[in-house]
């Protein structure tokens, strides 16, 4: 396994459409170790999700956290070519800080869609489909927006509410935000 480099905002592989992967390669030793790989990048920078065109590679890979498993521990998703749709009223928004792997140092307040359903092939080959609401559905459309080039900085509103961290936790009202240092 290998720690991966991570692309910072400005870098034209965070900006593509990224390419469908032919699910007949999931299982194969190509996308098996990237998956390997993109795991070992999310733990050595703290990540609660990570997604292929961070690593450098254009393709619909991501890996979605959020979600806890029945012992209470972290758990995470593998999602291949992820297609989500929204089910929640166009009023249910969630808003919240989000941070990026690739945007160092800095976050910005984002309002999502609050309820989402997922369909998507798991790490096995698996066409998967699944609901999601609050934290991890914001984590999840965070990291699918990666795969069409779009980052978080895209959609804050008010750009009076981006800002380092450090100017963030002083100055803005973060305090009811689920972790602030949870970056994807
Ligand atoms: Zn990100």
Not at 61 to 73: P, W
Not at 149 to 173: C, H, K, N, P, W
Request: proline share 5%; glycine share 8%; net charge negative.
């Amino acid at each position: 396994m290998s720690i991966l480099k991570v692309a910072r905002l400005g870098h034209p592989v965070l900006r593509q459409k990224c390419k469908t992967i032919d699910p007949k390669a999931i299982t194969g030793p190509e996308i098996q170790r990237l998956i390997r790989d993109m795991f070992e990048t999310m733990g050595e920078y703290n990540g609660v999700g990570l997604a292929a065109p961070q690593v450098h590679q254009a393709v619909r890979l991501c890996i979605a956290g959020g979600e806890a498993d029945e012992e209470g521990r972290p758990s995470f998703r593998i999602l291949i070519n992820p297609e989500i749709t929204v089910l929640s009223d166009e009023e249910d928004q969630l808003g919240m800080y989000e941070g990026c792997l690739s945007v160092p140092g800095m976050r910005g307040w984002v309002e999502r869609p609050a309820i989402i359903s997922v369909k998507a092939y798991n790490e096995k080959g698996q066409l998967e489909e699944f609901n999601l609401e609050g934290f991890p559905a914001v984590v999840m459309q965070h990291e699918c927006d990666h795969l069409d080039g779009i980052l978080y900085v895209d959609r804050i509103q008010d750009m009076t509410r981006f800002a380092y961290d450090e100017e963030a936790s002083r100055y803005l009202d973060t305090a009811d935000e689920h972790d602030e240092d949870e970056e994807t």
